[in-house]
């Protein structure tokens, strides 16, 4: 049986909770409480990882705090223009060496990517569920946020992400109000074979 909601019809029976989640531009200015984004970040840590490898790392800063404007900055124009209404920013970066279980040294990973991928959908799953709302960024300077931020050698900067409670679109610029609405997906029969990817 398949379900609607926020206007996004799934093609199969899922929990209501991946149509509920999206991420607008809108926020309230409210600074998230601390233990909301520490169940945020825990739900992150139960992520799967290869070897159980757990390379994510997630760097933060709650509106209003010393950090807010050094993160805030880190943002491009645009991203800031809306984002300075988040109640918190966080960059996520991984490891992309791991130890697997009876190696003497650390090795390349393969999915570190792929795992700490894992560990956002996680993160941002658990704020849907507590009435936060999460919205992911390539649009910023990754260079400044590894060395601003103290990153270890090596590490990759995969995305910034704003976190805030739901606000009136009319506070975003006209050409942003019409995209602020959950965005649909292509359908199943585009994304997933049986036996191999089409000729």
């Not at 799967?48 to 209003?64: D, E, K, T």
């Not at 918190?88 to 791991?98: C, E, G, K, T």
């Not at 569920?129 to 990759?156: Q, S, T, V």
Request: proline share 8%; aromatic share 10%.
């Amino acid at each position: 049986m398949t379900m609607n909601v926020n206007g996004r019809t799934a093609d199969h029976d899922i929990e209501s909770i991946f149509l509920e989640r999206w991420s607008p531009r809108a926020f309230t200015e409210e600074a998230i409480p601390q233990a909301d984004l520490m169940s945020m970040i825990e739900a992150a840590r139960w992520a799967p990882s290869s070897y159980n490898s757990q390379p994510w790392v997630f760097l933060y800063a709650i509106r209003g705090t010393e950090h807010w404007d050094k993160f805030l900055d880190l943002l491009n124009e645009f991203n800031q223009s809306w984002a300075k209404r988040a109640g918190a920013l966080l960059v996520i970066a991984s490891n992309p060496m791991m130890q697997p279980p009876g190696a003497k040294e650390a090795v390349p990973s393969h999915s570190h990517s792929f795992d700490a991928g894992a560990a956002w959908a996680a993160f941002a799953l658990q704020g849907s569920k507590l009435g936060w709302h999460c919205h992911g960024m390539a649009g910023f300077d990754m260079p400044r946020a590894a060395a601003e931020l103290g990153l270890p050698a090596g590490y990759r900067v995969e995305a910034a992400v704003a976190v805030g409670k739901l606000g009136d679109k009319s506070i975003l610029p006209e050409f942003l109000q019409g995209r602020e609405m959950p965005s649909p997906r292509k359908p199943v029969a585009e994304i997933a074979f049986e036996g191999g990817f089409p000729a």
